[in-house]
């Protein structure tokens, strides 16, 4: 009870309400944008082979919309909320987008599947219920400074590094048979989105409330990061989600951008520094839940669709069946099953 009543202002109350309706909004998204890619993909070059037909594809451009809107009300959540609270319930829009996939692409769906879903949904549970308070800033230029501490700078120059060997090397040559490329760009690039999502959610909030922060340089450098960071996002997740299956992309991207952007949180904000021990560890247990979660999620994709759990290359996604979802193969060795998990 400790937890919940240090945890849970009025502001962390807010970022929750936000935190959740984006993850219905970018749930549903997911499988709008992949039927507008599958639609696109028919006519023209597809997203996976480096192909940008799906921008004349109305279906996609809804899903986009989706996704924006989901995307605002996450941006906001960040403004009243700490990030170790917001980012762990994307786990509701892993569940709506597999069934989703399940219902409208006809991707299967494993009855350990669902209980992947009923993990996913403890496990944020008992991260909200211990989550820390927002912390008080007063200005932009605060969050400059804690984002121009050695710690972060040290995070960030690692991420940068490891984001443009994944471009300029891995992408060209595994791009297109190993799913950890695309995702790994998209969440390595997204940790840094978040901090700087937060700062300026913060910069706006202040300025509404009397306090203009748009005088300061840093808040555009905040917002020119940002918007760098969401278009390299959502080039490689198209490109994901045009390769992969749904069911599959949507756990590990959010394992893995959940894992980095709380790292992240940590080293800027010093989120546990503000927590007993106890409560730390009982959001850790409450995120090893969610991978628990995601793992069968991933896992019995497989045993859903009938197929082993290894695959040594992937299965062609030009056949006529795949027009309706049912003959995406999924390019995933069962080592990189358990590196991804």
């Not at 109350?13 to 039927?35: D, E, R, Y």
């Not at 004349?56 to 990030?83: C, D, K, S």
């Not at 450098?221 to 045009?242: G, I, R």
């Not at 992240?264 to 989120?271: E, G, L, N, T």
Request: overall charge neutral; aromatic content about 10%; hydrophobic content about 50%.
């Amino acid at each position: 009870m400790t937890g919940w009543r240090e945890g849970m202002s009025s502001d962390n109350i807010k970022g929750l309400c936000l935190a959740l309706s984006s993850s219905f909004f970018i749930g549903a998204s997911f499988i709008v944008k992949k039927k507008g890619l599958k639609k696109a993909g028919a006519s023209g070059i597809r997203a996976g082979s480096g192909g940008y037909s799906y921008l004349y594809e109305p279906l996609w451009w809804v899903g986009m919309i989706t996704m924006i809107v989901g995307e605002i009300a996450n941006f906001a959540a960040y403004a009243f909320a700490p990030a170790i609270l917001v980012t762990p319930l994307g786990a509701l829009s892993i569940i709506i987008s597999a069934a989703l996939a399940h219902i409208i692409l006809r991707e299967k769906l494993h009855v350990f599947g669902i209980l992947g879903c009923v993990l996913c949904v403890v496990g944020s549970t008992t991260i909200v219920l211990h989550a820390p308070q927002e912390q008080q800033i007063n200005s932009v230029i605060e969050v400059w400074e804690l984002a121009m501490e050695p710690g972060f700078l040290i995070y960030a120059t690692i991420i940068l590094i490891a984001v443009l060997i994944l471009i300029f090397h891995f992408v060209p040559l595994y791009g297109q048979t190993h799913i950890m490329v695309y995702i790994g760009v998209c969440s390595l690039v997204g940790s840094i989105t978040v901090m700087s999502v937060k700062a300026l959610g913060i910069a706006i909030k202040l300025t509404l409330s009397g306090m203009n922060q748009l005088v300061f340089p840093q808040t555009w450098a905040f917002t020119l990061v940002v918007t760098v960071c969401v278009l390299t996002q959502m080039n490689y997740l198209n490109m994901a989600l045009d390769t992969f299956n749904t069911a599959v992309v949507s756990p590990i991207y959010y394992v893995m951008f959940t894992s980095f952007t709380i790292v992240a949180s940590v080293i800027m904000f010093k989120d546990w520094d503000r927590q007993s021990p106890t409560q730390v560890v009982t959001e850790m247990c409450g995120f090893v839940t969610i991978l628990s979660g995601t793992f069968l999620l991933h896992k019995t994709k497989d045993m859903g669709d009938g197929s082993p759990t290894t695959l040594p290359v992937k299965l062609p996604k030009h056949s006529e069946e795949d027009d309706f979802g049912n003959g995406e193969g999924i390019p995933l060795r069962r080592q990189e099953s358990l590196r991804a998990t």
